[in-house]
């Protein structure tokens, strides 16, 4: 059954598979699936091909309230074009509130900037697991983006102990681009995600749910 997986004999078989065959594989095997975003540029492509399979999927979204307009319009866009069941999940603090008690983003890489990721992304997204209760979520990750994510595998049992499921782990950034033109997606470049600053960094998250 499903919930028994060898996780090594699963990710040797599915490293041969398409983002699409894996997206069907998890689908077929899921009892409450959901699939998270952070509306970043290529994230239509991740959103597109599981809505092909499961148009009702909960698709999880953590605003922190940082986005630019950009990302807002490119979110509300797809949200309509793609009849997402879209659920949000806010930081308990508004950036306003945060902004004037605590003057912004605090610098990366220090305590400060760690607790805010803490209250802005890791609270949210644990809340929104615990309100999902999914025991598979798919995302968008790919080994091309961080140095953390070169050593993931395609399925990975979190520490919760939902199936973390990356369709797109082995695809470059090439690859979704070509799969967005195909399909006549938009991407959208003005993104810009406080608790990572910078691209190759991670926020946090998938290192808190890895084992």
Same mark, same amino acid.
């Given at each position: 059954?499903?919930?028994?997986?060898?996780?090594?004999?699963?990710?040797?078989?599915?490293?041969?598979?398409?983002?699409?065959?894996?997206?069907?594989?998890?689908?077929?095997?899921?009892?409450?699936?959901?699939?998270?975003?952070?509306?970043?540029?290529?994230?239509?492509?991740?959103?597109?091909?599981?809505?092909?399979?499961?148009?009702?999927?909960?698709?999880?979204?953590?605003?922190?309230?940082?986005?630019?307009?950009?990302?807002?319009?490119?979110?509300?866009?797809?949200?309509?074009?793609?009849?997402?069941?879209?659920?949000?999940?806010?930081?308990?603090?508004?950036?306003?509130? /945060? +902004?004037?008690? @605590?003057?912004?983003? $605090?610098?990366?890489?220090?305590? #400060?900037? *760690?607790?805010?990721?803490?209250? %802005?992304?890791?609270?949210?997204?644990?809340?929104?697991?615990?309100?999902?209760?999914?025991?598979?979520?798919?995302?968008?990750?790919?080994?091309?983006?961080?140095?953390?994510?070169?050593?993931?595998?395609?399925?990975?049992?979190? /520490? +919760?102990?939902? @199936?973390?499921?990356? $369709?797109?782990?082995?695809?470059? #950034?090439? *690859?979704?681009?070509?799969?967005? %033109?195909?399909?006549?997606?938009?991407?959208?470049?003005?993104?810009?995600?406080?608790?990572?600053?910078?691209?190759?960094?991670?926020?946090?998250?998938?290192?808190?749910?890895?084992?």
């Amino acid at each position: 059954m499903g919930q028994i997986m060898n996780l090594e004999m699963m990710n040797q078989e599915l490293s041969t598979l398409s983002p699409q065959a894996i997206i069907q594989w998890a689908v077929q095997r899921a009892g409450k699936p959901v699939l998270t975003t952070n509306f970043g540029p290529h994230e239509a492509a991740i959103i597109h091909m599981v809505t092909q399979v499961k148009p009702d999927i909960p698709v999880v979204w953590i605003d922190s309230g940082y986005g630019t307009k950009a990302t807002y319009r490119f979110a509300d866009e797809l949200i309509r074009r793609l009849n997402l069941n879209i659920q949000v999940f806010h930081p308990q603090y508004s950036r306003g509130f /945060r +902004d004037a008690i @605590y003057g912004g983003v $605090p610098e990366v890489d220090t305590p #400060e900037h *760690d607790e805010f990721t803490r209250q %802005v992304k890791l609270e949210p997204f644990a809340r929104a697991m615990k309100v999902s209760a999914p025991d598979y979520w798919l995302t968008a990750i790919r080994k091309d983006q961080t140095e953390f994510r070169q050593n993931l595998d395609v399925v990975s049992k979190t /520490r +919760d102990g939902y @199936y973390r499921i990356a $369709p797109l782990l082995n695809w470059t #950034e090439l *690859d979704v681009e070509e799969y967005l %033109v195909t399909h006549d997606l938009p991407i959208e470049e003005d993104y810009y995600d406080p608790t990572k600053v910078y691209g190759h960094r991670e926020c946090g998250l998938h290192t808190s749910v890895s084992n």
